[in-house]
């Protein structure tokens, strides 16, 4: 498989259960994301990593933990999430360390989110 | 602050005329500007960069420093074109980090 995969697809979790979104990429790049879109918001930059390296943490609440165990692979754990967390949760990466800022970005199809 | 503004929420032409996409942006430094694109069913793909001075399906943006402004620009639209279009902006310094505005519904009328 190429490109950026995220998984599941679509998740309907209780505001007491625990959960995982899952993102995947064969693109050789090091650098990946996880942004927020949501109907009522601009797309919201949620984390980044460099490296496997956190780089940016943007004021995200810490019932949202992200893991970034290889340049491949970004997990975002999720723990008592509240309804307004309900959103597409879009994954990308990027190949950094370049001497121009190509500034692109290659997404997934997003994790539909649904906390009731 | 960096912001990236784009007033319309919903813009509806008809084929063949005339498209322009509004963004403004709102950053201290010298920022690198792109559009991205979202047509239905597929996944938010880069559309044209500033730094690239390129056309990309016909579409053009203009960077004007004075303004503030990145408007995306095509000057016969096409059916295809319709999709959610989203204007962004990077700090040169930290590439990592790119700002999306809130994104344009382009809707073109046959």
């Known amino acids: 498989e190429t490109g950026v995969t995220q998984t599941p697809r679509h998740l309907v979790m209780g505001m007491t259960n625990k959960k995982s979104l899952k993102c995947e990429q064969h693109?050789?790049?090091?650098?990946m994301y996880w942004y927020k879109q949501s109907a009522k918001k601009p797309l919201e930059l949620m984390f980044v990593?460099?490296?496997?390296?956190?780089?940016e943490n943007n004021s995200v609440p810490s019932r949202f933990s992200p893991e970034c165990p290889n340049s491949s692979h970004l997990f975002l754990h999720l723990h008592t999430l509240q309804p307004e967390d309900s959103a597409l949760y879009l994954c990308?990466?990027?190949?950094?360390?370049?001497?121009?800022?190509?500034?692109?970005?290659?997404f997934g199809e997003g994790s539909r989110l649904t906390v009731l | 602050a960096q912001r990236v503004t784009q007033p319309e929420k919903l813009l509806s032409v008809f084929k063949g005329a005339p498209v322009e996409l509004k963004c403004n942006y709102s950053?201290?430094?010298?920022?690198?500007l792109f559009w991205y694109v979202q047509y239905s069913r597929q996944r938010l793909q880069l559309l044209l960069r500033?730094?690239s001075r390129e056309s990309i399906k016909g579409f053009t943006a203009d960077l004007n420093k004075g303004e503030t402004s990145f408007h995306l620009k095509k000057p016969f639209a096409q059916e295809e074109d319709s999709a959610m279009y989203y204007c962004?902006?990077?700090?040169?310094?930290?590439?990592?980090?790119?700002?999306f505005g809130s994104g344009t519904r382009l809707s073109i009328r046959p």
């Open positions: 990308a990466s990027s190949q950094e360390g370049l001497a121009a800022n190509t500034g692109e970005l290659f």
């Open positions: 693109l050789g790049h090091n650098a």
């Open positions: 990593y460099n490296f496997k390296e956190q780089t």
């Open positions: 950053y201290s430094g010298s920022p690198e």
């Open positions: 500033h730094i």
């Open positions: 962004a902006l990077s700090d040169p310094s930290s590439a990592s980090k790119i700002i």
